[in-house]
């Protein structure tokens, strides 16, 4: 019985995961971090105004 | 059309008009770093309205907001009396709305603002426009980072950063236009980067924007790549009494790309006194 709930965890727990993961790479996620980076390193890697 | 020098201790002023003339066009560049170079010669038409003023920002030693201020304070005060409009290029406008924050905007005739930032949002919303550009950009830049054989000057990473703009600062018909102007354009690296990763990283003029009673034109590029006219018709929502003024197909130097225009619209501007451009 405690091996079928262990199991049943270890599959929930690599849905939530593989779904985790999916997020992180969408697009949108990108641009996000690509605009984070932006304003952190501004000045640095950009032309001015 | 009479161009003269004249010094106020390290601060070095171009001249461009009548001296005698009492209306005064103080012109101060974007950047921040780059020289008033780029304002020539599509600004000369307004010598004919004012005399024009120009100066190197930074050339006192300047290489923070607060220091440039009063640097600019010095060059208001040196044309106490005259009728004096501040014209701000970008930056420049940032620069001309920090005056007005700290002395007061009473000794101006009125305000000039060029595809002006006033809160640092404004690379933000670009970034969000042009993340495909803005994304190959870096990878260009980490590889040239990866190719260089000695460390290149703060003044050369300087001009490379404008340059790797140039699509987004022009529209495509003047990409080469663009290009030969920033890249004949002399960059202080070291105010460039104390600026950039400093003042502009944290500002918000927007509750002074609404404080604004003297005559103020703002004139925008409706295909503007970095300062969108978006982002710029919202720092104008706070203050009714400014006027606007959007030109079609042209970037962030509309001055540049649309001269003609352009220049009619600052003359219709200083000639009312601000009524009606």
Redesign the interface.
């Known amino acids: 019985m405690k091996l079928v709930v262990k199991c049943i965890l270890v599959v929930v727990f690599a849905i939530g995961a593989v779904q985790i993961f999916k997020v992180i790479r969408s697009p949108e996620a990108k641009n996000a971090s690509f605009i984070e980076k932006g304003v952190v390193l501004a000045g640095q890697e950009h032309g001015g105004i | 059309m009479n161009l003269d020098i004249t010094s106020i201790g390290k601060i070095e002023l171009t001249r461009l008009g009548d001296s005698s003339r009492k209306r005064k066009l103080l012109c101060l560049h974007?950047?921040?770093?780059?020289d008033p170079s780029y304002f020539f010669p599509y600004l000369n038409p307004l010598a004919c309205d004012a005399e024009l003023i120009f100066y190197r920002q930074g050339c006192s030693g300047a290489v923070t907001i607060d220091a440039l201020v009063d640097e600019l304070a010095q060059v208001v005060k040196f044309f106490q009396g005259s009728e004096i409009f501040l014209f701000g290029h970008?930056?420049g406008g940032a620069l001309a709305l920090e005056y007005g924050k700290r002395f007061g905007l009473t000794d101006l005739a009125g305000l000039i603002l060029v595809?002006w930032?006033y809160d640092?949002k404004?690379?933000?919303r670009s970034?969000?426009k042009y993340?495909d550009f803005?994304?190959s950009?870096?990878l260009t830049?980490e590889a040239r980072e990866k190719a260089r054989l000695s460390k290149p000057s703060v003044n050369v990473k300087?001009r490379e950063?404008?340059?790797?703009?140039v699509p987004?600062?022009f529209t495509p018909k003047n990409h080469d236009l663009g290009q030969r102007i920033i890249a004949n354009t002399e960059y202080n690296g070291e105010l460039?980067?104390s600026?950039?990763?400093g003042y502009?990283?944290n500002f918000d003029l927007l509750p002074f924007i609404q404080t604004i009673s003297i005559p103020t034109l703002s004139i925008l590029g409706k295909e503007d790549g970095?300062?969108s006219a978006e982002y710029i018709r919202a720092g104008l929502a706070g203050n009714c009494r400014m006027k606007q003024h959007e030109i079609s197909n042209v970037s962030?130097f509309p001055f540049i790309e649309d001269t003609d225009q352009f220049i009619s619209v600052v003359k219709a501007f200083v000639n009312n006194k601000g009524e009606s451009p």
């Open positions: 974007g950047g921040p770093g780059m970008s930056f595809s930032v640092d404004w690379f933000a970034l969000v993340s803005c994304n950009l870096q830049q300087c950063s404008f340059l790797d703009f987004l600062y460039f980067f600026v950039m990763g502009l990283k970095v300062v962030h």
